[in-house]
């Protein structure tokens, strides 16, 4: 599967943006898609997953509240919609797949992965 990011921008705090991720290929439903960032000078974190049908979603606690993943299978979308954003949420995001069905935080058990959107928020 190919991933392309896009969405992301410039941003005051407070403020909202939703990043999407669009999929090529027909098996778009059979991955787990998850939501990585990237900082400068930092490692890439895990910020968020989505199970195939998008029953069931995970966020990490610094985000949980505001942020909200979310998946369109007809579409071969899945989103990562922003609220309330903060300086700290300031990095690089990527989407990724995970085909083996790991329901993981680990960037590596993720195999497909997007290009990157950038996310700057102001203060």
């Known amino acids: 599967v190919q991933l392309q990011a896009f969405g992301g921008g410039l941003v005051q705090a407070g403020g909202s943006l939703r990043l999407s991720c669009a999929a090529s290929g027909r098996t778009f439903s059979s991955y787990v898609m998850g939501w990585f960032r990237q900082a400068p000078g930092l490692e890439r974190e895990f910020v968020a997953r989505i199970s195939l049908n998008g029953a069931n979603t995970y966020v990490i606690d610094p985000v949980k509240g505001r942020f909200t993943i979310s998946r369109d299978n007809a579409k071969n979308t899945v989103y990562l919609q922003m609220n309330n954003l903060k300086p700290e949420n300031t990095a690089v995001y990527y989407c990724?797949?995970?085909?083996?069905?790991?329901?993981?935080?680990?960037?590596?058990?993720?195999?497909?992965w997007g290009q990157g959107t950038q996310v700057t928020v102001s203060s």
């Open positions: 990724a797949a995970d085909g083996r069905l790991l329901w993981s935080s680990r960037w590596s058990d993720y195999a497909y």
